[in-house]
């Protein structure tokens, strides 16, 4: 009788057994079974350059960007560490390349290890401007007025193509002035407060730009064709992200507008708005476009 109870004993041990081992089992299949799989992450990171149309450019894309489901990080630089950020692969991409002219120097140091993916802004002029008030017409009238400039041109922000390619015409035209390094902002401030007071100020100016918009200027003729001719602004990636990222490629290379849709954001900016607000205001009066750049249409 006591063997009986004890072959009992194991046999009731043994199904107990099996049965927590089969709703381990079960429990198992069914956590495996309900888990999601965690969503993968899609990042971007965009270089660019302090200027009013690239900042424009720029807080647009990462908006757009994040409407397809991006996290952006938006990093400002100079010109040189833009294209030696782009080689080294520091950032992604960049809608702020001015080509084939103003930021020349930088793509023949670099281009060969970057990736021109699209140009996403046509026929952008830079220059030498003046209020139209000014009564001089050629960078090549500068010198006998140089009294009136008190021998300065004011420029931009020291890495800028643009201050390069004036220093060159500096020397070209053998200009006595003194180029002033300032900044996008600086320089804008300083044709303000000139034109508010009529005095005489040449400063390096581009086009599309909302300055245009609103003082009368123009462009001081430039006979030696140092400035050359329209650039356009280019978006370079860094090589390999066409493979690494194909959905972020194809709406980098989709990007493209007009001066008036870069020129509505910049007169925004200028009146005081927020870049992302800004930015925000054109995306929302432009669904269709967001749409055709993220690939939707």
């Not at 950032?91 to 140091?109: G, H, I, M, R, V």
């Not at 020291?158 to 180029?179: F, Q, R, V």
């Not at 300083?190 to 730009?209: F, G, M, N, Y």
Request: charged content about 25%.
């Amino acid at each position: 009788m006591k063997r009986q109870l004890k072959v009992l004993s194991v046999l009731i041990m043994l199904a107990m057994l099996v049965m927590v081992s089969g709703c381990a089992d079960q429990g198992t299949t069914e956590a495996t079974g309900t888990e999601e799989e965690a969503p993968v992450t899609k990042e971007a990171t965009i270089g660019y350059v302090l200027w009013d149309g690239e900042i424009a450019s720029t807080n647009v894309m990462k908006l757009v960007l994040e409407e397809a489901g991006y996290d952006v990080e938006i990093i400002a630089v100079d010109a040189g560490a833009l294209y030696q950020g782009l080689a080294d692969s520091q950032f992604d991409f960049t809608t702020s390349a001015w080509l084939p002219q103003t930021q020349k120097n930088y793509w023949e140091t670099y281009g060969e290890d970057i990736d021109s993916v699209a140009v996403n802004l046509e026929d952008c002029r830079i220059g030498l401007v003046v209020p139209t008030y000014v009564t001089i017409d050629s960078i090549e009238e500068l010198n006998d007025n140089k009294e009136q400039f008190e021998g300065e041109i004011i420029g931009i922000d020291p890495g800028a193509g643009i201050m390069s390619t004036t220093e060159t015409a500096i020397e070209n035209y053998s200009l006595d002035y003194d180029l002033v390094a300032s900044s996008s902002a600086g320089m804008t401030a300083e044709l303000k407060s000139s034109i508010a007071d009529e005095e005489w100020v040449v400063v390096t100016l581009w086009s599309p730009h909302w300055a245009f918009n609103s003082f009368d200027l123009k462009y001081l003729e430039d006979p030696n064709g140092i400035y050359g001719e329209a650039d356009h602004v280019e978006t370079l990636a860094r090589v390999g992200l066409a493979e690494d990222d194909p959905e972020l490629y194809g709406i980098i290379g989709r990007f493209q507008w007009t001066h008036d849709d870069i020129q509505s954001v910049m007169s925004d900016l200028a009146a005081g708005m927020s870049e992302e607000e800004a930015a925000q205001k054109w995306v929302d009066a432009n669904p269709e476009k967001v749409s055709e750049w993220i690939g939707e249409n």
